[in-house]
C-alpha cells in the first residue's frame, strides 16, 4: 500500500473548482486534504471533455475529469436554489478551505460570496482563480487556456519561428495557475496556524504565466524582445534536440561540458578546437553552423544508447520520449512513479502518483468520484441529514 | 493588517540551491517572509548562475539576481570541517533545508540526511534533484531542458503531424519545480508545526513535470493509445488557433467554444454570410471542417491590428487574445491594475522591473521584495545573531578560508 500523507488529516476543503480550478484541488487532496468536489446535479463540464475512455461518451468517461479530480470525495449541490446553497453555507461551516474558479462575481451575484462564506466560517481562506483575476481592467475576459497562453507571454516564445507559435500542451496554463494557488492556500494555512486570520486569494492565470522564461524581465532589464527560436536555448549552444537513429535527443552543454563533448568525439571536425568556442555567447551565436555538425554525430546512434553515452561523460543528455516512451522508462518503473488506480466504470488503470517520495516511500493515485458518490457519506453521516431530506433533495433536484 | 511578506516570519531554511528551480523556490519562500539563508562558497562552489552574463561580476548576472530575491547570502566552505560544523549548528537552529544538488553531494561531505536529522530530528529536508535520489538514473546530469524531452512534454509540444519534435527553447521542469518544492515544503511544515515531525523529501524534477500530464498517460494506459501533438487544435473548440495580423510578429488566439461565440465572432467580422454558412453551423461542424474555418479566420485576421481587434473580441464576448510578448507584457493594463511589477531603481545590473507572482492576498498590502545581496552580506550577522559567534571567532575563520 501507499506511503502516508504528508499533511496530517483534519485539513477539509470544498472544490467548487471548474476546469481552470481543477488541478488545485487535486494538488491538496495528493497533499493530504479532504478535498470534496462539488458538483452541479448534471455534473461538472469538465465530465463532457474529450478524450474519453475508450470513445465512450458518458458522465464518468472524460480522462481530463479523471485524473484531474483523482483523491477527491464528490458531493452533487445546485448552487443556483437556496436550498443548496444553505447546504453549502453549512459545509462551509466544517471547512478550512473553498477553491471556487467561476468567472469573477459568479459566487456573490448568488449571495455566497467571501463576506458571507466568512460570516459563516471566520478565518476561512477562499481561493478565486480566474483567468484574469477577480477586478481590473480583464476582469470579464474569457480565458481559455490558448488565451491564457498567448496573453501570459508563453506562446509568443513557443514554437519554430517559421512556423506559427505553438501552445504547450494539456492545458499548462491551468495547470500551473493550480499549483501557484496551491501554495497560496498553504501560506493563507500557515498564516491561520501563526496569526489566527484567515485570506481571500486573487490566483491569475495570466499573473502566473507572465513571470515565465524571463520574458518579462528580458525586456524590462536588457529591452531586448525574447522571441520564438524552436528548440534552440537562447544563451547556449548547443542546447537543442539532435536526431539519432531512432528518434531525437535533447543534449545541452554549457562551456564546461563543451571541451568534454569535443573529447568524447574521436574525429571531431578540426574547426570545433578553436580556442574562441569555449565561451558559450560565442557557440551560440555560431548555432546555425554549430548545430548540423553536432547532428552529425548524434544521427550515428540510438537515443537511449547515446544518452547513456553522453551521460557517462558528464554531459547532459536525455531521449526526446513519447508518453508512453516515459512510462516505460526503467527509471520511472523503478521510482514507482505509476501506480494502479481502480475505478468502478474506468476499471484498473496506470496513473501518477504524487511527484515526491516521502522518507523513501510515495503515495499512490486515487480514483476520481463518480457523479453524487459521497452525498450520502457527506450530507448524511458527516452533515447529519436524513434519509427523508435527502430523499426531498433529490426529488427537486438539488442534489 | 500584516503583510503577505511577513507570513512566513520566523520560519529559517537553509538553501543549498544553483540553477534555476531550486533558488526560485527558495525566493518564493523569502518573498513570503522565510529567514532563506542561502550557502555559496568560492572553494567550495558558487550558483551557476552567477555567471552567466555578468562580465565576470558574480553579483550582477541579471538571471541570478531574478531567481534570488530576498534571501540571505552566506558563504561557508562545506568542504572545511569547521564548515560543515557550522552547517550542523545551523541546521540544529532551522526548520528546513531546501538543496537542489545532485544526489549525494551533500551526503559525501558529511551532512546528509542522518547526519543533519541527527542535530535537528524535527527538521525537513526537502531536495529537487532532476530525476530524483533514487532509481537506476539517479546520478544522471539533466537541465529542465532535457526533463523537458525525457517526460513527454516536448513530444507533445508540436504541431501535428511534423516530422520532428520542436517543444521549448525553455526550461518550463524549472518552473513547475520551483512552484512544486515551496507547495511541498509548505505542507511539510505545516505538519512540522502541528505534529513535530521532520521529513526527507525526494522531489522529482521530471516527475513534477510529469504530474501534470496525467491525462496523456491515462489515454496510454486506459485507451492503450500513445497520445500525439495537437498543436492549437482543440478537441472541442473550434475555431481555435493563432493567426497572423498586421505587423511583424503580431499574432491573435481565437478559442471559439460554443455556437453562441460562434454568432457574436461572425458579428465582430461582419460577415452574415458566414454565419449561414452550414459548414460551421455547428461545433462538430466547425470542428470537422477546421482547415477551411483556419483559413477563413487566418485571411480576416491578416488585415486587423491584433491590439484592436482581440480586444473587440473579448468586448463582444469571444474568447480571443494577443500574443504578447515581453513589451506587451510590461505594458499591460491588468497586470499593472494588479501592481505585478515590482520596480528596482537601484542595483548592480541597472533599473529593472519583476514579476511579483501569480496570486494577490486580498486586502492584504504587499511590501517591496528585498533585492538579491551581494554574495556573503548576511554571513557576519548570521554567524553572530543565529550562531553567537563573536567577531574574533568570525574573523579567524574567514582567515582560515572557512567562511568564504
Redesign the interface.
Known sequence: MSAES???SGFRVLDLGTAMGA?CGK?LAD??MDVVKVEPPSGDDLRN???F???RNNREGS??F???N?GKRGITLDLRRETGRNILLDLVERADVVIDSHEPGYLEDLGIG?GELVARRPKLVLVSISA???????RD????D????????L??????PS????????G?SY???C??????T??????R???G?G????????????????????????A????????????VAP?N?F?CKDG???F?A?QRHWPIFLDMWEGHPTELDDPALID?AKRRAAADWLNPMVASFTSQYGKEELSVLF?KH??????????????E????V??G??GTVEHPV??S????G???????ERRGPRPAPMLGQHNAEVLGGELGLSEGDMGVLAAEGVI | MSSPNRILEGVRIIAFTTGYAGPYAGRLLAQYGAEVIKVESFPGGLDTFRHYGAEGDINAAPRFIECNLAIRSMTVNIKHDDGKRIIKELAAKANAVLVNFRPQVLGRLGLGDDELRKVNPSIIILKLPGLGETGPKNWYGTWGFNLNSFSGMTYLWNHPGQDRPIGSQGVYPDHLGFISAPTIMMAALLRQKLTGKGCSIDVSQGEVTAYTLGTSYLESSINGVDPQPQGNRSLTAAPHGCYRCEGDERWCVVSVNSDDEWRRLCGVMGNEALAGDSRFATCVDRRRHADELDAVMSDWLATQTVEDVAHRLQAAGVPAGVVQNGTDLCNDPQLRHRDYFQKYDDSPIGPFELPRGGIIFRDMPEEEIPITPPLGEHTEQVMRDVLGYDEAAIAKWKEEGVLV
Open positions: 504528508l499533511l496530517p488541478f494538488v497533499l493530504g471533455e474529450p478524450p475512455a475508450k470513445g480522462l481530463r479523471a485524473y484531474f483523482s467571501y484574469f483575476g477577480q477586478d481590473g481592467p480583464y475576459y474569457r480565458g481559455p490558448l488565451v491564457t497562453n498567448a496573453m501570459g507571454g506562446l509568443f516564445i513557443s514554437g519554430d512556423m506559427t507559435p505553438c501552445v504547450p500542451p494539456g499548462q495547470v500551473y495557475t499549483l501557484y494557488s496551491a501554495l497560496g498553504l501560506l493563507a494555512l500557515w498564516q496556524e501563526t496569526k486570520v485570506a481571500h486569494i486573487d490566483a491569475s492565470v495570466q499573473a502566473s504565466m507572465a513571470l515565465h522564461e524571463h520574458v518579462a524581465f528580458t525586456w524590462s532589464s536588457e531586448r524582445l525574447m522571441k520564438r527560436a524552436g528548440s534552440q536555448h537562447q544563451h542546447a534536440l536526431p531525437w535527443i535533447s545541452f554549457t558559450n551521460q558528464g554531459l547532459p543528455a536525455l531521449p526526446v520520449n513519447s508518453p508512453r516512451d516515459f512510462m522508462d526503467p527509471h520511472i523503478e521510482r512513479f505509476f474506468l476499471g488503470f496506470s496513473q501518477p504524487v511527484p515526491f517520495l516521502l522518507d523513501g
